[in-house]
């Protein structure tokens, strides 16, 4: 048991999928895995294990929302469970005219504006960069499924609610930043500091340059797709 995780040791596998919302995790566990065992109840932050479609184990964590959320179960999961590949999937706002709602995007790097790095690296910027093994991989499945894909570099942000000018998706977008989320860059950046695998698969929800949004029943079609990519992984 970690801080806040209650699973025994074994009880996770060294794959997770990692979506924001805790119910988007047992939706995946439901829809998706055979022999399901749920691990974790802790702040509602449900996690489960089972058996994938192409016969793996894999695990489905909640992460919560933000940098912080997702730092507190990514360092549980790799320190104190011995995970070594994690897949977030999870949703984004598009930054590009050319990817409407329901658009997938993998995210090869991760801008962000979060004091987190600018802490950690005194100032200096890291490029925090997707596995390359777990991109090629995704990028393969997806044609082979016949899913369009959007691979590019995306931003991560502190605040959903932006209140002083310029906001930082206009700064970005100016140099082709495709998609504004709030946890990839600390994924990646973690990724990189304990030596494991890291990729987000994101579908877009809303897009801040048309101002088109889905409702939430909406969006299940394109995160269905999403999820078959990262189950395969
Ligand atoms: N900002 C930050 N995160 C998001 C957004 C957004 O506009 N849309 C979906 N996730």
Redesign the pocket.
């Known amino acids: 048991m970690s801080i806040h995780i209650e699973a025994t040791p074994g009880q996770i596998a060294e794959t997770v999928l990692l979506p924001g919302d805790p119910l988007r995790a047992q939706w995946i566990a439901k829809k998706f895995l055979k022999k399901v065992v749920q691990y974790n109840s802790v702040r509602n932050m449900l996690g489960f294990t089972g058996i994938a479609p192409n016969g793996k184990r894999i695990s489905v964590q909640g992460s919560g929302m933000g940098m912080p959320s997702l730092g507190i179960y990514t360092n549980e999961l790799i320190k104190d469970y011995g995970v070594k590949n994690i897949i977030r999937v999870g949703?984004?706002?598009s930054l590009s005219e050319r990817l409407p709602c329901n658009s997938i995007i993998i995210a090869a790097g991760a801008c962000t504006d979060s004091g987190m790095n600018d802490r950690r690296f005194h100032g200096m910027n890291f490029a925090p960069i997707a596995n390359w093994g777990l991109l090629k991989k995704a990028d393969k499945v997806a044609s082979k499924m016949k899913v369009d894909v959007t691979v590019g570099n995306i931003i991560s942000?502190d605040k959903?609610y932006e209140d002083v000018e310029p906001h930082t998706?206009k700064v970005f977008k100016e140099y082709g930043v495709l998609a504004?989320?709030?946890e990839t860059a600390e994924l990646y950046t973690l990724a990189a500091k304990n030596e494991i695998n890291a990729l987000t698969i994101l579908t877009i929800?809303?897009n801040?340059v048309t101002g088109d949004h889905l409702s939430a029943s909406k969006r299940e079609r394109s995160f269905k797709d999403m999820v078959k990519i990262a189950v395969e992984l």
């Open positions: 949703s984004a706002g942000v959903f998706w504004i989320e709030m929800s809303d801040l």
